[in-house]
């Protein structure tokens, strides 16, 4: 099945610009969607088809996709971003949704 | 805009069956698809399967194929999720999401459920 992973933490401080890495085999060729996920909470959409942004998401947010990374960047980050974010894709292969391992965003 | 409503909280005994429910609030299932994810506490999404109510059509994950079974009730907009031979590492939080069909299967979930927290304990 189709793996996707992320590193575990990133800390990053206010006003700096914190990188989170989706690393899949050609996941380029994919469709990449991100989600934040703040503690006892459901997750929320904050990337879409790799670089969309749904509306009420800032544009601090952004996202990429090419060869075997996806990567989501948030630009002068803020104590409120502190949280967990999660990328998704669907594998045709399987026909089953994949979750990345998750990165943990710290705010210094 | 559609909103999933999620059943309450539950503690079930290893060996036994859970049904977990998430009801359309505020509009119907009919323009998507809607998946079950669950999440072990302090581990991450984990993706369980779905249903398109408007075919009646579902598929699961490998990892639960022969355990888990996603049902929907169109009359009343709400889809179940069973899952059976629980066991501690069923623990979790089930979330409910939504696709839109324009957009299925490459699409992403914009309507998520708040969880339900199936505890397994003897």
């Known amino acids: 099945s189709y793996v996707m992973t992320q590193a575990p933490s990133v800390s990053v401080a206010p006003g700096q610009t914190a990188r989170i890495t989706c690393g899949g085999n050609?996941?380029?060729?994919?469709?990449v969607h991100w989600y934040q996920q703040k503690a006892g909470q459901a997750p929320v959409l904050v990337i879409y088809y790799d670089t969309d942004r749904p509306a009420g998401i800032p544009e601090r947010f952004s996202g990429s996709n090419s060869g075997d990374t996806a990567t989501l960047t948030i630009s002068r980050v803020e104590a409120g971003d502190e949280a967990d974010y999660y990328c998704?894709?669907?594998?045709?292969?399987?026909?089953?949704?994949?979750f990345g391992t998750g990165t943990k965003v710290t705010v210094l | 805009q559609v909103q999933l409503v999620q059943s309450g909280a539950e503690v079930k005994k290893p060996g036994s069956s859970v049904k977990v429910s998430c009801r359309a609030s505020?509009?119907?299932?009919?323009?998507?698809?809607i998946s079950w994810v669950r999440q072990a506490p302090g581990l991450g999404l984990e993706w369980m399967g779905e249903?398109?109510?408007?075919?009646?059509?579902?598929s699961d994950a490998q990892n639960f194929q022969d355990r888990v079974r996603i049902t929907a009730d169109e009359s009343t907009s709400t889809v179940y999720m069973d899952l059976s031979s629980l066991k501690s590492g069923d623990t979790a939080v089930y979330f409910c999401a939504a696709i839109r069909l324009a957009s299925h299967p490459n699409g992403y979930f914009d309507i998520w459920g708040r969880g339900t927290l199936v505890t397994v304990s003897s």
């Open positions: 249903i398109i109510p408007m075919f009646g059509t579902s």
């Open positions: 505020g509009g119907t299932f009919s323009s998507h698809a």
């Open positions: 050609n996941i380029g060729d994919k469709s």
């Open positions: 998704q894709v669907f594998d045709g292969n399987t026909d089953h949704y994949v």
